[in-house]
């Protein structure tokens, strides 16, 4: 079971309290691209903060579910889908309360949707149980790799636990029923608004469910 304590849950509420985007309004660049690549349908986004990237895929023609344990980002996506002549449904609590139906969604983008160490398998099948046969995964995320970056350079953000980071060797265990289209671990330059700035290690993936 997914729990978040009452300061984590603070901590972002307090992040997305203030009145700049923490992350900005863009969305993730390997987002967009990808998402571009695909039939607009219906797309789950996980952890989705402030809603850069679910609003910028409704402005695409997706029809879009959002969630995350911030009400403060909820209301700040709900603000930035009325400045883009979007809507979406956002949702706020953590995913094993939020019970979606099996097999409902289209595509799944997981951009920086870190969970802890001894809840990501369970994290990560629940979603995979929502999305049909012949559904995307979009999922970028900070790899293992990351915490040297995180400790030159905090400005870069990320979990500072590594177990909480990611590598391709858990994503080919948790996607295993997936055909995989791309998988990476890159380094990359990250000028996400004020909390994503400067080198990163990341981990890449695009899979279509069997």
Excluded at 95 to 116: K, N, R, W
């Amino acid at each position: 079971m997914t729990t978040f304590s009452e300061a984590y849950q603070q901590k972002w509420n307090e992040r997305y309290r203030q009145a700049a985007y923490a992350y900005g309004k863009e969305p993730n660049s390997f987002f967009k691209e990808w998402l571009a690549r695909f039939t607009p349908g219906k797309l789950l986004m996980p952890a989705e903060g402030e809603g850069r990237n679910g609003v910028y895929a409704a402005t695409q023609g997706w029809q879009v579910t959002a969630f995350d344990i911030s009400e403060a980002g909820r209301n700040k996506a709900l603000q930035l889908a009325v400045e883009s002549g979007v809507e979406i449904t956002y949702l706020v609590g953590a995913l094993d309360s939020l019970q979606f139906t099996p097999a409902s969604f289209d595509a799944i983008g997981l951009i920086y949707a870190h969970v802890e160490a001894d809840e990501k398998a369970a994290f990560y099948n629940t979603l995979s149980a929502c999305l049909r046969p012949g559904g995307m995964v979009l999922l970028e995320a900070f790899s293992k790799a990351h915490l040297v970056f995180n400790q030159a350079n905090p400005a870069v953000g990320g979990p500072k636990e590594v177990d909480m980071l990611l590598s391709k060797a858990e994503i080919q265990v948790w996607f295993a029923d997936y055909d995989i289209l791309l998988l990476e671990e890159t380094v990359i330059h990250l000028a996400e608004g004020a909390y994503h700035n400067g080198e990163g290690a990341v981990v890449r993936f695009v899979g279509r469910k069997k």
